[in-house]
């Protein structure tokens, strides 16, 4: 039976990975001994900002998988891959043909006003609008990403954008999630000039945890989907 014998610093889901798994790598730096002494049969990598760590485990003899997915075709692309390289490839394709269904349903449901125009932010100095999964993931929830060409940049550093583009843009809601880092909703309020976008003016500023919307897995399709159409289409108060 395939397990895992060692995590990055960033896993967390299931909550107990981090109890019982040891912690081997950041994103981008790894313990390449303590990899060794795990004897892993496959280590899973993802982008390439993760080559460096790659390579040092190729010199070393490990087997790899290198996944560098940024879209939710790739996503899902990746379940059914994975499922083949551990031998669970029929119970991998189930997993994402039930994702599929529910990005249809979801995209499906009928909304009760206009599309909301949404600012996704992924970092705050620079500002770095989201990766590609999230700008679908926003449409799939009813929203319209303000910023939606910049969703084919797969580099972070090819989606920066100045204050005045999203400005300019004047979104009705701004997402944000700062790569781990905790959102200061006060600090985007405080920008020049940003007191006259919509989403700023109407109070909606909503973090979203990266470890729901930036890890390039299942969890984006799930609770990071629900926590976008959380925050675009939240329950009206009841009537007092």
């Known amino acids: 039976m395939s397990h895992r014998v060692g995590v990055s610093g960033y896993a967390v889901r299931p909550p107990q990975v981090r109890r019982e798994k040891p912690r081997i790598s950041a994103f981008i730096s790894a313990d390449i001994p303590k990899i060794m002494k795990l004897e892993p ?29 940024r879209d939710i075709a790739g996503i899902l692309a990746m379940i059914r891959t994975l499922g083949a390289l551990v031998d669970a490839a029929e119970r991998a394709n189930q ?25 996704f932010e992924e970092w705050d100095d620079p500002l770095i609008s989201g990766i590609g999964w999230v700008s679908e993931l926003i449409e799939v929830a009813g929203g319209e990403d303000v910023l939606a060409k910049l969703r084919f940049q797969k580099a972070a550093k090819d989606r920066i954008i100045s204050p005045d583009a999203v400005r300019a843009a004047a979104p009705d809601v701004i997402l944000a999630s700062w790569c781990g880092k905790k959102v200061v909703p006060d600090k985007i309020r405080k920008r020049p000039g940003w007191n006259e976008i919509p989403a700023v003016r109407n109070d909606r500023i909503v ?17 990071g989907l629900d926590a976008i159409v959380a925050a675009l289409w939240p329950e009206p108060l009841p009537s007092s």
């Open 95 to 119: 997993l994402a043909a039930s994702y599929e269904q529910r990005l249809a349903t979801i995209a499906s449901a009928t909304r009760p006003a206009a599309k909301p125009r949404v600012y």
């Open 41 to 69: 049969d496959l280590v899973l990598a993802f982008s390439d900002l993760q080559a460096d760590i790659v390579a040092d485990l190729v010199r070393a003899g490990v087997d790899i998988h290198v996944f560098n997915q």
């Open 207 to 223: 973090e979203i945890k990266s470890a729901l919307i930036l890890q390039p897995g299942p969890a984006a399709l799930t609770d």
